[in-house]
Nanobody, 130 residues
Framework: QVMLVESGGGLRQAGDSLRLSCLAS????????LAWFRQAPGKERAAVAA????????YSADSVKGRFTISRDNARSTLYLQMDSLKPEDTAVYYC???????????????????????WGQGTQVTVSS
C-alpha cells in the first residue's frame, strides 16, 4: 500500500511560482513511476507531467512545457512539481499518482491515463488569479 500526500498548493497571481510536493509513505520509493495530474472545474483529470523511477526521463504536457518541471528525490521519497509563470488556466486540483515499474510501455509511449496509476494522493488546490 502506498500513501501519497500532496502539499504546497495555494493562491497565486499570474506570473508567480509555486512548488508542489508529494510525500510517499513507502520504503521502496524508487520502484514507482510517478506523475502529476490536474482537474479543473468541469473538466476531466489530465496528466501534467510524469517521471521515471530514476528521475532521468520526464514528460510534460504541451500546456505546461517550459513552465513546469517535475522532479523527485528518492532519498526523501518525495515528488515535486515546480510551477513557474503560472496562468489562470493552471487553476485546478493537483494530484500526484504512482504506478509500479515503468513510465512508458514497450514502444516508449508514456502512461498518461489515470486508470494506469494505482495510487493517488488526496489532491491540493492551486488557484491562479489574473
Amino acid at each position: 500500500q502506498v500513501m501519497l500526500v500532496e502539499s504546497g498548493g495555494g493562491l497565486r497571481q499570474a506570473g508567480d511560482s509555486l512548488r508542489l510536493s508529494c510525500l510517499a509513505s513507502v520504503s521502496n520509493f524508487d520502484v514507482y513511476a510517478l506523475a502529476w495530474f490536474r482537474q479543473a472545474p468541469g473538466k476531466e483529470r489530465a496528466a501534467v507531467a510524469a517521471i521515471n523511477r530514476g528521475g532521468t526521463r520526464t514528460y510534460s504536457a504541451d500546456s505546461v512545457k517550459g513552465r513546469f518541471t517535475i522532479s523527485r528525490d528518492n532519498a526523501r521519497s518525495t515528488l515535486y512539481l515546480q510551477m513557474d509563470s503560472l496562468k489562470p488556466e493552471d487553476t485546478a486540483v493537483y494530484y500526484c499518482a504512482a504506478r509500479q515499474l515503468g513510465i512508458t510501455d514497450y514502444s516508449g509511449k508514456y502512461y498518461l491515463r489515470d486508470n494506469e496509476y494505482n495510487w493517488w494522493g488526496q489532491g491540493t488546490q492551486v488557484t491562479v488569479s489574473s
